[in-house]
């Protein structure tokens, strides 16, 4: 089987969730049969395009992994690929089809169509085009006010047209219903259905796997290929993506473009195999995939004909699973622009505070679920201690006994000739031996000394992610702000 798909988005907006997934399932479709993917950007509603939107799409998609053997950037033998840039072949194809009887000229205004479609709903009939130009010869006819002209094709007035979805199997339309649509625009644009038709075909794409949304596209795409004398592709809808409510996921739900989840700290990895899970069913139990097993294993047969239902919660949670499990430079340099923006480092960076960086990292990792979270999580690193968590500072800074013990530990740790975890933990746990006080007395006190916190990674890692001077100096700077506040 020789595969050729395509993901052709619009440049509206940024790229959705529902989107993203759509593309991931035809570049693994490709991927598994070893066939192209092609990226095309359907720009030609000018009214609706927003600049820049087509490089945001590139670099959003590129961001989560997804390559194109064809597109705007990489070129290929069916260029160009911005459908702003292939009007003249639509111009020639519609045109053809003009001279060959299936397509004729449409010269009604926009008020006409306006009058004719309010008519038909004021008689229960279903608006759609009344064939006012079908029968007219191509020249000599103006109608009133005209500007320009459309072109219609011919569409089936009887009959149904079916189609046979891949995912969704065989669906019919009415033909009576639709009445003749126009391809080509006064203004010299192509309608979507004919714009992609043209260069489905003109790009040999094999299979079209798109948004169930497109399912009532399906049935005048099929005249237009019948009409073009080319053979159909297979169609694949692929359902949508539903809010928790089963409503249209919207803003209101949250974040939903792949820039957003980008910003808050969601890895590309985590949005990937999240998305793919959402719809597709594949072998075993595992909640978690690498790509190239989801290459191997992926099928449109896996593929539900139900929506998928979007939970945030899930994805959150794949998000920390490839966090703490991500090979460490590579989760290591999707971490450091928010730790940068946070103004907690500033790249480039030194071998040697990469490396301080990287054990930083090593430690913390499996207390984050997103990125997002990171610079809270760890500014006590990059920044003095002025507070103390209050309940923690009534329970592990009160009595006549903590700071001594805590100007203890300081001297304690300042005396190492070594400052390596081994050593930490050795004095540490030696300085406990001799007080004669429980593990806890000790750890508790100087974890909201060194943090102004109650909770986080292990002691001994903090100290010696702290380094010596600082640890021996918040140390003492806390057993004064015990005495402060005891003379006081």
């Excluded at 035809?26 to 991927?31: E, I, K, M, T, V």
């Excluded at 694949?236 to 700290?265: C, I, N, W, Y």
């Excluded at 703490?324 to 971490?335: E, F, I, P, Q, S």
């Excluded at 301080?356 to 997002?372: A, Q």
Aim: net charge negative; proline share 6%.
């Amino acid at each position: 089987m020789s595969v050729r798909v395509r993901y052709a988005p619009s440049p509206t907006g940024y790229v959705h969730i529902g989107g993203a997934r759509t593309a991931l399932f035809n570049w693994l479709f490709a991927r598994k049969h070893r066939g192209q993917f092609i990226l095309r950007i359907e720009d030609t509603d000018a009214e609706r395009t927003i600049h820049d939107s087509a490089q945001q799409i590139i670099e959003q998609l590129r961001w989560l992994g997804l390559d194109w053997d064809e597109g705007p950037d990489v070129g290929g033998g069916c260029a160009p690929y911005y459908q702003s840039q292939r009007r003249s072949l639509y111009e020639a194809e519609a045109c053809r089809l003009v001279r060959e009887g299936q397509a004729y000229f449409c010269y009604c205004t926009p008020e006409e169509l306006d009058r004719q479609r309010a008519e038909a709903r004021e008689q229960g009939r279903v608006p759609k085009y009344p064939g006012t130009c079908r029968h007219q010869p191509p020249a000599g006819h103006t109608g009133s006010g005209a500007v320009g002209r459309a072109i219609r094709l011919r569409a089936p007035e009887t009959g149904i047209t079916e189609v046979n979805d891949h995912i969704h199997g065989s669906i019919e339309f009415d033909n009576s219903l639709m009445g003749d649509l126009v391809i080509l625009k006064s203004d010299g644009y192509p309608t979507y259905n004919f714009a992609c038709v043209v260069d489905d075909i003109a790009m040999d794409v094999s299979h079209v796997i798109r948004a169930d949304e497109h399912v009532s596209n399906t049935p005048k795409q099929i005249w237009i290929y019948k009409a073009l004398g080319h053979p159909l592709p297979v169609f694949a809808h692929v359902p949508m993506v539903l809010a928790p409510d089963r409503s249209k996921l919207s803003k209101r739900h949250g974040a939903t473009s792949v820039g957003e989840f980008q910003e808050l700290g969601y890895v590309p990895e985590a949005i990937v195999n999240y998305l793919a899970f959402l719809g597709w069913s594949p072998q075993g139990e595992a909640e978690a995939m690498p790509i190239a097993e989801m290459v191997e294993q992926f099928s449109l047969d896996a593929v539900s004909p139900t929506a998928s239902i979007y939970d945030v919660g899930k994805l959150t949670w794949m998000n920390g699973h490839y966090l703490r499990t991500l090979d460490v430079h590579r989760a290591l340099g999707y971490a450091i622009p928010f730790l940068a923006r946070a103004g907690l480092v500033r790249p480039p960076l030194a071998e040697p505070d990469y490396r301080w960086l990287l054990s930083l990292w090593e430690t913390i990792r499996d207390r984050v679920k997103t990125l997002g979270e990171l610079p809270a999580a760890v500014e006590y690193f990059f920044q003095d201690v002025t507070v103390y968590d209050q309940a923690g500072a009534g329970k592990h800074f009160s009595g006549p006994a903590v700071a001594p013990l805590l100007m203890a530990a300081a001297s304690t740790l300042a005396q190492l000739p070594t400052f390596d975890l081994e050593s930490i933990e050795a004095a540490c746990r030696e300085l406990i031996s001799r007080s004669g006080i429980a593990s806890g007395a000790l750890i508790h006190p100087v974890r909201l000394a060194l943090t102004g916190r109650t909770t986080g990674p292990g002691l001994f890692h903090i100290i010696w992610l702290l380094g010596q001077e600082r640890t021996v100096q918040r140390l003492e700077a806390a057993a004064c702000h015990i005495e402060s506040g005891t003379r006081r």
